[in-house]
């Protein structure tokens, strides 16, 4: 049962574009969101995360948005450069526990 | 202030044989996290420990797999009898408390 789900495995977007990665999760109990970039042969570096009592969050160039009702958040990436090129992992958490559950990551392509 | 880290980066075991997996947290971090990232998957919770004590193990095999984190030293991710299907990238995480996970470069297992 896949609690969190990215359902894009790809996307490609022009250098200075907007990057939308979604993700939707089904467990009501997640309160805790967080999105993790990878390249290759490396960890996740966090990125930015957001809580449930909020529903944006914005660090830069990247912004989270989270819709309850539609258990659904999305990661903005603006303006978007080539070196934004990795695979972003959306993850989520419950208050009563710690643990993690990662979504399975969308490819980002930002090409010149 | 040294990032997590994880030795060996790469690690050959033939079936049958014992893989040892260590992970030094971030200083001043006392929760770590273990995860396994499968080909073409997401990372997938197994185990969260404090030192000395294991808090959840519910992502863990329930046979050959083992963690700990003593009071002194790395904590250790020990598979024993090694199989085909043990080969995947394995990742641990630290954090100071229930916050973002900072994730270390992982430690890449090959079952010949």
């Known amino acids: 049962d896949q609690q969190v789900k990215q359902n894009s495995p790809s996307l490609s977007v022009q250098e200075g574009r907007i990057s939308i990665l979604n993700c939707d999760y089904t467990?009501?109990?997640?309160?805790?969101f967080l999105w993790y970039k990878k390249y290759p042969a490396e960890g996740p570096t966090f990125l930015i995360s957001i809580s449930s009592i909020k529903d944006k969050n914005e660090d830069g160039r990247f912004t989270v948005f989270l819709n309850k009702s539609a258990k659904h958040l999305s990661l903005h990436i603006v303006p978007s450069q080539p070196g934004d090129s990795a695979v972003y992992f959306c993850a989520a958490s419950a208050s009563n526990t710690d643990k993690l559950i990662f979504g399975t990551g969308t490819r980002l392509q930002v090409f010149p | 202030n040294a990032g997590v880290m994880q030795n060996p980066r790469h690690l050959v075991r033939r079936r049958g044989q014992e893989a040892r997996l260590r992970c030094s947290p971030m200083k001043g971090h006392s929760h770590v996290y273990w995860y396994r990232q499968l080909p073409e998957e997401g990372l997938k919770f197994m185990v969260y420990?404090?030192?000395?004590?294991?808090?959840?193990e519910s992502g863990m095999p329930k046979e050959r797999f083992s963690a700990e984190f003593p009071k002194e030293g790395p904590s250790i991710l020990r598979i024993q009898q090694v199989v085909r299907g043990d080969s995947a990238a394995y990742f641990c995480?630290?954090?100071?408390?229930?916050?973002?996970?900072?994730f270390g470069p992982g430690t890449r297992l090959t079952v010949l």
């Open positions: 467990n009501s109990m997640f309160d805790y």
């Open positions: 420990l404090q030192k000395e004590n294991i808090i959840d």
């Open positions: 995480a630290s954090s100071p408390q229930k916050s973002e996970q900072f």
